[in-house]
Structures are given as structure tokens and as C-alpha cells.
T-cell receptor
Framework: GENVEQHPSTLSVQEGDSAVIKCTYSDSASNYFPWYKQELGKRPQLIIDIRSNVGEKKDQRIAVTLNKTAKHFSLHITETQPEDSAVYFCAASWTSYGKLTFGQGTILTVHP | ETGVTQTPRHLVMGMTNKKSLKCEQHLGHNAMYWYKQSAKKPLELMFVYNFKEQTENNSVPSRFSPECPNSSHLFLHLHTLQPEDSALYLC?????????????FGPGTRLTVT
């Protein structure tokens, strides 16, 4: 089955700095890679996703890159703000199956 | 946020009790999921239902029994649980397995087994 490794487990940055979270996956058949944000005490919510036919996707201050050859993908947050503080989860799945395999999560803390 | 609701939000039960968790989605989705979220562990997929049919049982112990009477409702029946089953149980839904990948999560039920 799929295995997703996520690093780092915790990340602390100053407001305005960039944050990068990296994930690797094992199943070369995986072709959908979402990122979820979970604020303290709240439900996970999708913030951005990428499919395997795309190498990079950007949405305002967040971007995701995918390297299919190396089987890794990354979340980039620029100009971080305190409200970006949350747990971020990466995931991978094979299309049409619905089975998301999640990484361990990264606790991001943005200090004002 | 009323797209996916879960009740109860908190549950404390003894190991010999029987209880049920309920999930309801108001998004017109056809796929529903149960996840377990434990401290310092990844979100673990437990069950997947697509158009009321179970498509995935991720090696979940039989003390967890899911039920999906229709596409809008999903239950997780619990009996003779162990303390290590204490966790946040999250329900999610998506349009279906084939055409949509975004999963919408409920707020979760915080379960404590004593």
C-alpha cells in the first residue's frame, strides 16, 4: 500500500518568513496530492491540491510542487502570518479510489 | 459550517459499553469516510462508502462496525472498545470516488474509553 512520509514534524517561523513542508510517497501509481490545514480544535480543510500531470500550482501565498520522478511534493507558504499557524497534512491517492493516505502532519507556528 | 455534522462531539464510554457515532452530510455527496486521528499519528482511514456500499475496510477491528443507511448518513457502532481506541473520529464526504477528490470533514467526535 501507499506510505507517505512528512517532514518536518514541527516548524517555527517568524511572521513574513517562508515555510516549506515536504512529503514523499511510495506508490508510483498515486496521482493526486492534496494538502489539508487543521487549526486547533477544528476540522481539516483542503487548502490546495495537485495532480500528477502538473508540476506546480499556486494560489496566492501558497504553492505546491511535485516531482514525480523522485516521488516527493512540497507545500510552500510565503509571507507567513500568525493565522497560518496550524497542523498541515499532506496526502496521496490513486484516482477514482478515494483512499487518501495521509502524512504524519506538521505543526506550523508563526511568531508575530 | 454545517456541510458535515457529527454527533456527539464528545463521548466518554467504558470498555463494556455500546455506543454509536453519527455523521450527516448536507452536500449531496455520495461517498463518505470514517477516519481515526490519534495524537502523533497520521489520519488513519477506517472505512469508505460509495453510494451506500462499503468499498474499503482498512483492517479495522470488528469492535468498530460501520453502517450507511443512505448517502447522507453514516454511523460507527462501537462495542467493547479498548483504551487505545481513544481518539478523535472524523467523518468526511466527497462527491463520489470517481469524479471528485476534495473531502469535506466533519468536526469530529472526541472519544475517550475508560
Amino acid at each position: 500500500g501507499e506510505n507517505v512520509e512528512q517532514h518536518p514534524s514541527t516548524l517555527s517561523v517568524q511572521e513574513g518568513d517562508s515555510a516549506v513542508i515536504k512529503c514523499t510517497y511510495s506508490d508510483s501509481a498515486s496521482n493526486y496530492f492534496p494538502w489539508y490545514k487543521q487549526e486547533l480544535g477544528k476540522r481539516p480543510q483542503l487548502i490546495i491540491d495537485i495532480r500528477s500531470n502538473v508540476g506546480e500550482k499556486k494560489d496566492q501565498r501558497i504553492a505546491v510542487t511535485l516531482n514525480k520522478t523522485a516521488k516527493h511534493f512540497s507545500l510552500h507558504i510565503t509571507e507567513t502570518q500568525p493565522e497560518d499557524s496550524a497542523v498541515y497534512f499532506c496526502a496521496a491517492s490513486w484516482t477514482s479510489y478515494g483512499k487518501l493516505t495521509f502524512g504524519q502532519g506538521t505543526i506550523l507556528t508563526v511568531h508575530p | 459550517e454545517t456541510g458535515v455534522t457529527q454527533t456527539p462531539r464528545h463521548l466518554v464510554m467504558g470498555m463494556t459499553n455500546k455506543k454509536s457515532l453519527k455523521c450527516e452530510q448536507h452536500l449531496g455527496h455520495n461517498a463518505m469516510y470514517w477516519y481515526k486521528q490519534s495524537a502523533k499519528k497520521p489520519l488513519e482511514l477506517m472505512f469508505v462508502y460509495n453510494f451506500k456500499e462499503q468499498t474499503e475496510n482498512n483492517s479495522v477491528p470488528s469492535r468498530f462496525s460501520p453502517e450507511c443507511p443512505n448517502s447522507s448518513h453514516l454511523f460507527l457502532h462501537l462495542h467493547t472498545l479498548q483504551p487505545e481506541d481513544s481518539a478523535l473520529y472524523l467523518c468526511a464526504s466527497s462527491q463520489d470516488l470517481a469524479s471528485s477528490y476534495e473531502q469535506y470533514f466533519g468536526p469530529g467526535t472526541r472519544l475517550t474509553v475508560t
